[in-house]
């Protein structure tokens, strides 16, 4: 039972023993089915478990939360999934690039016009 | 054989018959073994197929481009994959407005700065 009461969230939709060495344990609790649902969907089973077995047991809960992430981003939009969204934020980092540079220009070209001012004594 | 002359990428790594109607001859071509293995290796055969089959026809090569995408950055970060990518852009995007605010908090004084010299004629 993954060392506790009752069968692991993965166990418990896919309908088997929940081993006490059950890998999916530990990050899917019997009370959230919803989670490895959506993780199950897109990945299936043997590659979370390819993908958990590759990685570090300390680094494993992080995994989880970026695939469940990942897999959550697919649902809602099937054909970019989390590709959509970076995507976004890159154009949104373009864009703050862009009006960045605007207004740097701009604190230039005032700081130049008062030097001149400065310079020439208002005249 | 997908309408091509040899069976596409991925019935040549999974080792069967190419036919005519294969999902997966038009965005995985004989030549290129590597795409198809990425993404067989995260997500597997009959999830892409899952996946493919849920976006209309005339999006699959975009759904194909993005699930190389986030397969490749999975292999290469196993732990976070595509997440890491959005994470870094989010405190990227965060940084920026950080920058903006504050270069427009510099324009907004200077320009108080100027019109109190203008009005008070520089004394």
């Avoid at 993965?10 to 060495?21: A, E, G, T």
């Amino acid at each position: 039972m993954g060392g506790t009461s009752s069968p692991c969230a993965s166990c418990k939709l896919l309908r088997r023993r929940c081993s006490p060495d059950c890998i999916f344990a530990p990050y899917f609790p019997s009370n959230d089915l919803c989670k490895f649902a959506m993780v199950h969907k897109v990945f299936g089973c043997s590659n979370i478990t390819k993908i958990l077995k590759n990685v570090p047991v300390e680094q494993r809960g992080d995994a989880v939360r970026s695939l469940v992430y990942e897999a959550n981003a697919r649902i809602r939009n099937p054909v970019y999934g989390c590709v959509g969204i970076i995507s976004k934020l890159e154009t949104q980092v373009l864009e703050l690039q862009m009006q960045l540079a605007v207004v740097e220009e701009e604190i230039l070209s005032i700081k130049m016009q008062q030097e001149f001012i400065f310079t020439n004594g208002g005249t």
